[in-house]
Nanobody, 124 residues
């Protein structure tokens, strides 16, 4: 099973920006849709954003629409989540996930590989 490695999480002030990255430890995921999910303490994991394998179609949770942008690197083997105008309620562990084929939607059952997560903390 492919391993996904997230990076870029850190402590940031409200209103600030962060860019998260996700790359496979081996093999490529350029032929798969990719997604970002997050889980805050005491809450269930929730969908954040997803992008299809070609990079031309994206979807977002309403809570992040207009503030976050998901994209793929030039070789489509890295996925990014640009997060702007961060709010304290964005504080969570952010997980990268590989879609089953070209599924790029909010249902976590549509993803078959997950990273270990990176912590994002937004202070008020």
């Amino acid at each position: 099973q492919v391993q996904l490695v997230e990076s870029g999480g850190e402590l940031v002030q409200a209103g600030g920006s962060l860019r998260l990255s996700c790359a496979p430890s081996e093999r490529t995921f350029s032929n798969y849709a990719m997604g970002w999910f997050r889980q805050a303490p005491g809450k269930e994991r929730e969908f954040v954003a997803a992008i299809n394998r070609a990079g031309g179609s994206t979807s977002y949770a309403d809570s992040v629409k207009g503030r976050f942008t998901i994209s793929r690197g030039n070789a489509k083997n890295t996925v990014y989540l640009q997060m702007n105008s961060l709010k304290p309620e964005d504080t969570a562990v952010y997980y990268c996930a590989r879609g089953s084929g070209d599924y790029a939607g909010p249902n976590s059952s549509g993803y078959d590989s997950w990273g270990r997560g990176t912590q994002v903390t937004v202070s008020s």
